[in-house]
T-cell receptor, first 110, second 112 residues
Framework: DVKVTQSSRYLVKRTGEKVFLECVQD?????MFWYRQDPGLGLRLIYF???????EKGDIPEGYSVSREKKERFSLILESASTNQTSMYLC?????????FGSGTRLTVV | GENVEQHPSTLSVQEGDSAVIKCTYS??????FPWYKQELGKGPQLIID?????GEKKDQRIAVTLNKTAKHFSLHITETQPEDSAVYFC???????????FGIGTKLQVIP
């Protein structure tokens, strides 16, 4: 069964901490994505990557960075967590036209 | 860039009735329109999709229609069941499928 796995379901971090969200896919997909999901705002694209070591900014990249050192792994980094980054974070991978989402990480910044 | 509008934001129907969710998109270059279902505690899952060269597609109780001229597409669920209760997202994307723009989601509640 194909999978996108996000390492944590729930995370609580303090303001100012550096936070790493990990995502792994087992489908050999080229493209990987990070979205955040907020009530009333839907899914907003933070960053995406179409190849190892390649990254592109999405619609809301401020305050975030990403790393893709291996094809199967795409990490989202919050350099200095802030309370307005409290959200549900969803990772996805795709190889046209198949898109697969992970189950999400609910991050709370206190 | 692409902008996708989705409505209604919430929808309650009686079990057995039909449910319709509508979306509009802005970029005429978009040519692939997937629909996702997100159940509580899970990530979105693809339930049906349609390409711009097709006007309608059906899969059992689910159908999607596309009007390219008006730039809108709709999801139709017939004979709704309680397990259809979820949040549904429409989306639009161009060739290459590298970037997808989502609607804000519709929370569907099917009342037994």
């Amino acid at each position: 069964d194909v999978k996108v796995t996000q390492s944590s379901r729930y995370l609580v971090k303090r303001t100012g901490e550096k936070v790493f969200l990990e995502c792994v896919q087992d489908m050999d997909h080229e493209n990987m994505f990070w979205y955040r999901q907020d009530p009333g705002l839907g899914l907003r694209l933070i960053y995406f990557s179409y190849d190892v070591k390649m990254k592109e900014k999405g619609d809301i990249p401020e305050g975030y960075s990403v790393s893709r050192e291996k094809k199967e792994r795409f990490s989202l980094i919050l350099e200095s967590a802030s309370t307005n980054q409290t959200s549900m974070y969803l990772c996805a991978s795709s190889s046209a036209p198949q898109w697969i989402f992970g189950s999400g990480t609910r991050l709370t910044v206190v | 860039g692409e902008n996708v509008e989705q409505h209604p934001s919430t929808l309650s129907v009686q079990e057995g009735d039909s449910a319709v969710i509508k979306c509009t998109y802005s970029d005429s270059a978009s040519n692939y329109f997937p629909w996702y279902k997100q159940e509580l505690g899970k990530g979105p899952q693809l339930i049906i999709d349609i390409r711009s060269n097709v006007g309608e597609k059906k899969d059992q109780r689910i159908a999607v229609t596309l009007n390219k001229t008006a730039k809108h597409f709709s999801l139709h669920i017939t004979e709704t069941q309680p397990e259809d209760s979820a949040v549904y997202f429409c989306a639009a994307t161009q060739g290459g499928y590298q970037k997808v723009t989502f609607g804000i989601g519709t929370k569907l509640q099917v009342i037994p």
